[in-house]
């Protein structure tokens, strides 16, 4: 053959393989763009994260591709905002409700129109509601990890006591009963850790709740409409039209289980970490988290305890707890938002969160679970319960926070303060760490 005889043929066998190739693909128009590699960061440990993205990938190969990276909740506010500023950020973040003002100028909020108030409600635990934003979600409730009340089973048994109290007012019964003093008068056996911060577990969490029910939501964020929409405030010293201020009830309430001259007397802080006391058989009765149940059960397998919902004050039918609840939000700065975005909606479905809830032992943050899954245990009717009636507030900063709840129960237990006054000075350290 001539040599254009070769380059011509070379030239149509070059096409009639680029044809082939081209309908192997899928053909002009239909070519399929591969899923982006994403990223996502959080503090849930990577066995349950991994299992969780495995088991979806299984189910729905192809629908998302995401790496999942544990990281250290005490360093993870810095390391994620240095990432954000240098451009090698994740594309997705686990954002607990109290950091949602440390991060939410570094999220890209999910706007109203592709996830709306009305989904948010009719699919989610009211508490996802924190999240709203006017300019749209800045996350979808993932999980969900309430306040309960665990029991010493043993303790009411020997006192003659069948069940824990259900009102606060059933404690002037039940202290004078399960709590024990020596002949030096020091408690050796405590009904309630309640009254001190210093080494009571989630002491914060604690008075948040007797805050809540006592009518104070401790910040509060401006309308929509407001000049300044989205604008957080701390109100911690609001009556709201009640007699005597919300907060200074509470904390009248709580101070007194640590107050020597007072009936209500249980704790002092001569006394082991609460969560000890309680493992230990010393303590009757112990505030924690759901999350809480295994490492009570770990680090004592023979204790005889049950969980149960925590107290309500008898004038109101509202019931509330707090609750820590994490959703997934999309970081600023990543390449594949509309990616990012699908694979939350996978990742918070309802198959998902069921498999979550089977991994992590709580409830569902999800309505439709709630109504129609089976409970595996009798602890978990508690638990997800109180996962309905959970409740929490726009914290600044949870570690300078703590330390602003502790100062103000602190004034109160040696007198340097009345409580109005420390409720004052508590609001005005809370408003300044608000950005």
Not at 36 to 56: E, F
Request: aromatic share 10%; hydrophobic share 40%.
């Amino acid at each position: 053959m001539t040599t254009f005889q070769v380059v011509l043929l070379s030239f149509f066998g070059f096409i009639v393989i680029a044809a082939v190739l081209l309908f192997a693909s899928g053909g002009l128009g239909t070519s399929t763009v591969s899923t982006p590699d994403l990223t996502m960061w959080g503090t849930l440990p990577s066995q349950q994260i991994n299992d969780l993205l495995a088991a979806i990938d299984n189910n729905q190969r192809g629908v998302i591709k995401v790496t999942y990276f544990q990281k250290d909740p005490e360093t993870f506010h810095t390391e994620f905002t240095g990432a954000v500023a240098e451009g090698r950020g994740p594309d997705i973040i686990m954002l607990p409700q109290n950091e949602i003002l440390l991060e939410r100028n570094k999220l890209l909020p999910i706007p109203l129109a592709t996830f709306t108030t009305r989904e948010m409600q009719d699919t989610f635990v009211e508490e996802g509601e924190i999240f709203y934003t006017s300019r749209g979600f800045l996350g979808v409730p993932f999980s969900i990890d309430p306040l309960v009340m665990y029991w010493n089973r043993t303790l009411f048994q020997n006192a003659g006591l069948s069940k824990p109290p259900v009102y606060w007012d059933e404690f002037s019964t039940v202290i004078p009963i399960l709590t024990k003093k020596d002949q030096a008068s020091n408690v050796t056996q405590s009904t309630v850790a309640l009254g001190e911060v210093t080494n009571i577990a989630h002491a914060k969490e604690i008075l948040s709740t007797l805050i809540f029910q006592a009518g104070n939501p401790i910040t509060a964020i401006s309308s929509p409409t407001d000049p300044r929409p989205d604008k957080v405030s701390a109100v911690l010293d609001q009556k709201f039209s009640s007699a005597i201020a919300p907060t200074e009830a509470a904390l009248d309430f709580f101070t007194q289980f640590a107050d020597p001259n007072n009936p209500a007397f249980s704790w002092t802080r001569a006394l082991p970490y609460s969560a000890n006391a309680f493992t230990n058989g010393t303590l009757a009765i112990y505030f924690g988290f759901a999350s809480d149940y295994a490492i009570l059960r770990e680090k004592n397998p023979n204790l005889n305890f049950d969980v149960a919902p925590v107290p309500q004050p008898r004038s109101s039918s509202n019931k509330i707890t707090f609750g820590n609840i994490t959703a997934l939000a999309i970081a600023k700065g990543t390449k594949y938002s509309d990616d990012a975005y699908s694979a939350i909606r996978v990742l918070t479905s309802n198959s998902s969160i069921g498999l979550l809830t089977v991994a992590t032992n709580l409830p569902p943050v999800r309505r439709d679970l709630l109504a129609t899954t089976t409970p595996t245990s009798a602890a978990m009717v508690v638990f997800n319960n109180a996962a309905l009636q959970s409740k929490s507030w726009f914290d600044p900063d949870p570690v300078k926070s703590a330390d602003i709840f502790k100062r103000m129960v602190d004034a109160i237990q040696s007198g340097s303060r009345t409580t109005s006054d420390a409720v004052s000075s508590a609001n005005v350290e809370l408003q300044n760490l608000i950005p």
